[in-house]
């Protein structure tokens, strides 16, 4: 036997199916709402007046008619509120504060040395509040205030219990960070893996709904996006692409094993490789570091320019893996690594076209803007927070 739906749980989940909608497109019109969604016009107009009476939606002009009057076009209100991102990586934190259709008004980069291991978890946790902190002075006025923060950490994370598990190269287990953070900000705060924000920040930006990003620093991480949504797997864990073994008798990595695929084609592999050439690289626990190397291997200094190669290669390896397994439609690079892409991206595409099979011979790798990890990290805590992208981003047990 059937039960009826509630009126107004129809009806709200009417309108977050409108909002959503309207955070996807550019611009709308009443009547297209009403062809993409099935609701009727009387329907559609009354949800759209409620969210442009509520200041997340607003008019802005008339549209093309196909005969009749012309459409008065929608939008989805860019002022309505503000959300916080932030990526944290081993060497440094990036701030940001994004409007509501994820344009940036406020960046911040300070720097954060983890690699010898000497941040513990309060310590991570003082540095968060004082940057949240300075993002919340520069939010703009809104007619929402802010809406959440949200927070792309490199290990293992829990995107639906807030719970960080282990984040290997910062060395920090077991960490309720949510919970914490939630004592001190009554916001939506989100938690998600470094790699699995940048997806997002791609798919939202590009629409592709099949994707893989590549977020390559000190370790290496893969966000996956399949059919429009982020696969997180199981436990929140899936993309660890970084410790899959392509040296069955290799370096030993901070996760405890062998040979993963993170010590060949990350920072760490970088400052080996020039340590293999009888260099000593004394600002490699800098955020400058690739750039630096950049810098001399353009100025035709072997060991810089030899390093850089083998590190494309390795990259090429892993990526070339992934493209058997996935299929995707793009991948993207992100992270300090993507610094040395005109150095790096002729040795990845080399390799895929000699590993690779079919057309995943052909896939170009792109590189994707900075701050990608943090504007992603903005786009979930917003997306929970005003529950949009239900089947994208809900919690999963």
Request: aromatic fraction near 8%.
């Amino acid at each position: 036997m059937y039960k009826s739906v509630d009126a107004s749980v129809m009806r709200q989940f009417n309108k977050q199916t409108v909002l959503s909608l309207l955070y996807q497109q550019e611009q709308t019109s009443r009547v297209d709402i009403s062809e993409q969604t099935g609701l009727n016009r009387a329907t559609v107009s009354s949800l759209v007046d409620e969210l442009i009476d509520e200041q997340f939606v607003e008019e802005v002009g008339f549209g093309a008619s196909s005969g009749g009057r012309k459409p008065i076009l929608l939008r989805f209100n860019a002022r309505a509120g503000y959300t916080i991102g932030i990526d944290v990586q081993i060497s440094y934190i990036t701030t940001v504060v994004t409007d509501a259709v994820r344009r940036v008004v406020y960046e911040n980069r300070c720097q954060l040395d983890a690699r010898t291991h000497s941040l513990t978890a309060d310590r991570l946790f003082d540095v968060l509040k004082k940057e949240i902190g300075l993002a919340i002075e520069v939010c703009p006025p809104s007619p929402r205030g802010l809406f959440g923060i949200g927070i792309g950490l490199p290990g293992l994370v829990n995107y639906a219990t807030g719970h960080v598990s282990y984040l290997p190269n910062l060395n920090i287990t077991e960490w309720p960070i949510v919970e914490q953070l939630s004592e001190i900000y009554p916001q939506t705060i989100v938690i998600d893996n470094d790699a699995n924000c940048g997806a997002w920040a791609i798919y939202l930006s590009h629409r592709i709904k099949n994707l893989l990003f590549i977020n390559a620093g000190i370790g290496v991480g893969s966000g996956i996006v399949l059919n429009g949504r982020v696969y997180r797997g199981r436990d929140g864990i899936a993309g660890e692409a970084g410790h899959t073994t392509i040296s069955t008798i290799g370096v030993l990595c901070s996760c405890g094993n062998y040979g993963c695929w993170e010590q060949y084609s990350s920072e760490q592999a970088l400052a080996r490789y020039l340590r293999e050439q009888g260099v000593d690289p004394a600002d490699e626990f800098s955020p400058l570091f690739v750039s630096h190397c950049v810098h001399h291997a353009q100025r035709d200094v072997e060991a810089y320019s030899n390093s850089l190669r083998s590190l494309g290669q390795s990259l090429g390896i892993g990526i070339s893996n992934l493209l058997q397994i996935f299929n995707p439609e793009a991948i993207f690079l992100g992270g300090t690594i993507a610094e040395a892409e005109s150095i790096i991206l002729p040795e990845i595409q080399r390799v895929i076209r000699h590993r690779a099979i079919s057309k995943n011979k052909d896939m170009p790798i792109k590189i994707a803007p900075h701050p990608t990890v943090a504007v992603g990290a903005a786009g979930l805590a917003l997306a929970q927070a005003i529950d949009i992208f239900p089947a994208t981003t809900e919690k999963e047990h």
